[in-house]
């Protein structure tokens, strides 16, 4: 079996994605009708940029739903490995495919032999579970810190916001490499972390309490 040309895994692409581009026209198409009812998020299709900006979201939101929840993009395993299909360029033929099994790697396979485009469509459904959940996240912490400055001011103020400078100017992915090495984990470091950030939806009642 060849291995597929561009022009045939882009459409092989575009045929997995058929049910995001009716739910992305089906949205589309009742915003603009009903945009002058809208309010704020009709006036969002006002604006060519606004339109571009959020179908690139919507586009992204769906396929997390549809390979999430229903599975019906995703060509293969996101997880799977298969021997002889490691670092292999888009649109190898799977090697070793059963009756029933998606004949290719649309995009190829990754350093471990998965298939890349079913790992970036099941990465899309895992970020719109964790996306809402850090903003909640980061809300809460926002309120909790945000308040007791705003409110008193002086040296609290400044204080706070020198913590929030310095968190905000470390790098975070170095952070987290340093928490996953041995050495840092005996410590105990990640633990007493996660014990204090997880501190923080108490703290953010008892502010609003």
């Known amino acids: 079996m060849e291995a597929l040309t561009w022009a045939e895994i882009l459409s092989r692409m575009f045929y997995q994605l058929i049910p995001v581009w009716i739910a992305l026209i089906a949205t589309f198409s009742i915003s603009i009708y009903y945009k002058r009812t809208l309010g704020l998020y009709g006036k969002l299709f006002d604006s060519s940029i606004g339109m571009i900006g959020f179908g690139i979201v919507l586009f992204w939101a769906y396929v997390g739903f549809f390979a999430g929840a229903f599975d019906m993009i995703s060509t293969h395993d996101p997880l799977s490995q298969v021997s002889g299909m490691k670092n292999k360029v888009p649109g190898t033929p799977f090697r070793g495919a059963e009756e029933g099994d998606y004949a290719f790697y649309l995009l190829g396979g990754d350093h471990l032999a998965r298939d890349v485009f079913s790992r970036v469509m099941d990465g899309a459904s895992i970020i719109i579970v964790i996306a809402p959940l850090a903003t909640l996240f980061a809300f809460m912490v926002g309120i909790t810190l945000g308040l007791p ?61």
Do not use: H, K
């Open 149 to 209: 400055a705003g409110f008193y001011g002086g040296r609290l103020d400044t204080l706070l916001s020198f913590v929030a400078n310095l968190i905000l100017a470390f790098p975070v992915i170095l952070l987290f490499y340093l928490l996953v090495t041995p050495e840092i984990r005996m410590t105990g470091l990640p633990q007493y972390m996660a014990i204090f950030l997880f501190s923080f939806p108490i703290l953010f009642f008892a502010v609003l309490i």
